[in-house]
C-alpha cells in the first residue's frame, strides 16, 4: 500500500515538468531489456535504502547521500551529473545540497563544466592514480597545497543566473601545518572567520545570507609560513533531499583510492546511504592475461570494508565496466577482453555483499560495443570514454533502473 501512495505523489509532482522516467533514444545495439538492477546476493540491503527514500518522499524526513566512486567517467560529471539533475527534478519540492567539489582547475586537470572555478596563486597537486607520499589526500582522491600568500580560490555553483544551488554553511576540508593560522572566506563582501576542527580536517564558514559563490583566502604567519592542503569542498544549506557526491580521479584504479589515508576521516562528513562504485576500467587497462582478477576483488573488499567503518548501513550499487578498448600502438587498438573478469568480479562482489548490479557491460553490448557507440557518436575515439551524448545516456539509463527498481520491486 505505501508503495502505491509513493507512486501518487511522485507523478503529480513530475507530470508538469517531465516523465517520472526519462525518455531513452531507440539505438537497437542497447539492450535495454537489461537496464536494470541485479541482486545476486538479494534485496534486503537495498530495499533498506528505500525505506529511508520513503521517508524523505511521504514525510520529508531525513536527508540521503548518494557518493559515487571513479576514475574520468566521474571526475568530468557528466554522467555522475546527470543524475543528479535526475534525482532533483524527481523531487522538485527536495533539493538538498549539490554535494562534494573540488577545485580541479586549481590542479591544472579538467573541471566539470558545471560549476566555475578561478584561483591565483602557486599550487602544487597530489592525485591517488600518481601518487606523491608527501602530500596526503582524502576524500576526493585530490589534494591542492600552497603556501603562497597571494593564493586565493573562488567558487561558483551556478553558472546561470538561476541560483538554484544555495548555501549558508561550506566546509572547506584541509589542513594547515600552523593551526592558529587559518584559512578565511569572502562571501557577499563579508570576511569570515571558520570553526576549526583538526580531527575532522574540516574548516566550518557559516553565513546568514545564502550564496552560491565564495572566495578562500590563505593568508600566511608574519614569520615564517604554513603548507595548506586542500581536500575537498562541501557546501551545505538546512534544506531536505537527495545530496549526490561525484568523486572521480582521472587514471584511478581501486588500489589507488586505497592510497587515500584520510579518506575515512573526510567520509564521515557525508555518511553516505548509497555508495556507487564505479572503479575498474584502469585496473582492467593492462594487456589480457595480466589482468590478476583475485587481487581487484581483494582491493575492492579493502576499500567496502573502510567504507562500512564509517557508513556501516550503507547500501552499495557498483557499475561494471563498459567495453573499452586497449591501445596496442598509436594506431591499433582492440576490444578489452578484460572487461569481462571485472563483471564476472563485480557479480561476485554483489553477492557477497548483497549490493545492487548495474551491468554496463551487457547492457551496451559486451564486448566489441565500443565500437558502435562511436559509430553514433556516443564514445569518443580513444573508445574508452564516451561523448557528452553518451555520458548523459548512461545518467539516463542508471536513473531509469534506479526509479523502477524503487517503484515495482519491492
Known amino acids: 500500500m505505501k508503495k502505491y501512495i509513493v507512486i501518487l505523489l511522485l507523478f503529480p509532482l513530475t507530470l508538469c515538468a517531465q516523465p517520472l522516467l526519462k525518455e531513452l533514444p531507440a539505438y537497437p545495439f542497447i539492450d535495454y531489456s537489461k537496464n536494470k538492477l541485479l541482486f545476486p546476493g538479494g534485496h534486503d540491503l537495498q530495499s533498506a535504502f528505500y525505506q529511508k527514500l520513503d521517508s524523505l518522499i511521504l514525510f520529508a524526513q531525513g536527508n540521503i547521500n548518494i557518493v559515487h566512486i571513479g576514475g574520468s567517467h566521474v571526475q568530468a560529471d557528466l554522467f555522475s551529473n546527470r543524475m543528479r539533475q535526475n534525482l532533483i527534478h524527481m523531487l522538485p519540492a527536495l533539493d538538498a545540497d549539490r554535494g562534494t567539489l ?36 582524502g576524500i576526493t582522491g585530490w589534494a591542492v597545497v600552497t603556501d603562497d600568500p597571494q593564493a586565493h580560490i573562488k567558487i561558483k555553483l551556478n553558472r546561470d543566473s538561476s541560483q538554484f544551488w544555495q548555501y549558508n554553511q561550506i566546509k572547506l576540508i584541509a589542513t594547515s601545518t600552523i593551526d592558529s593560522i587559518m584559512p578565511l572566506a569572502v562571501i557577499h563582501g563579508d570576511t569570515i572567520t571558520p570553526t576549526y576542527s ?24 608574519v614569520s615564517g609560513s604554513t603548507l595548506y592542503n586542500i581536500s575537498a569542498i562541501i557546501p551545505q544549506n538546512t534544506r531536505r533531499g537527495i545530496t549526490y557526491h561525484s568523486l572521480g580521479v582521472n587514471g584511478a584504479s581501486v588500489p589507488a583510492w586505497l592510497r587515500c589515508e584520510n579518506f575515512q576521516t573526510e567520509l564521515a562528513h557525508i555518511t553516505p546511504d548509497l555508495v556507487i562504485l564505479g572503479i575498474g576500467i584502469n585496473d582492467a587497462n593492462v594487456p589480457y ?97 564516451f561523448t557528452q551524448q553518451g555520458y548523459f545516456l548512461l545518467g539516463d539509463m542508471l536513473y531509469n533502473a534506479l526509479i523502477t527498481d524503487y517503484l515495482y520491486q519491492y
Open 102 to 137: 573540488f577545485p580541479y582547475r586549481v590542479a591544472r586537470t579538467n573541471n566539470p563544466s558545471n560549476y566555475l572555478v578561478s584561483y591565483q596563486g602557486k599550487w602544487e597537486k597530489n592525485q591517488n592514480s600518481k601518487y606523491k607520499t608527501d602530500i596526503p589526500l
Open 198 to 221: 583538526k580531527t575532522e580536517h574540516c574548516y566550518l564558514f557559516q553565513t546568514e545570507q545564502s550564496t552560491d559563490s565564495v572566495l578562500f583566502l590563505f593568508p600566511q604567519p
Open 289 to 385: 592475461g595480466k589482468f590478476n582478477q583475485q587481487n581487484f576483488i581483494n582491493n575492492y573488499k579493502v576499500l567496502i570494508e573502510r567504507i562500512r567503518v564509517v557508513a556501516p548501513n550503507a547500501t552499495f550499487l557498483f557499475i561494471t565496466n563498459n567495453d573499452a578498448y586497449y591501445r596496442l600502438g598509436r594506431n591499433n587498438r582492440i576490444p578489452n577482453k578484460n572487461g569481462k573478469f571485472v563483471q564476472q568480479s563485480m557479480h561476485q562482489l554483489a553477492k557477497e555483499y548483497g549490493a545492487a548490479l548495474w551491468d554496463l557491460y551487457d547492457i551496451m553490448g559486451g564486448l566489441g560495443s565500443m565500437q558502435r557507440w562511436q559509430n553514433h557518436s556516443l564514445a569518443n575515439a580513444d573508445k574508452i570514454h
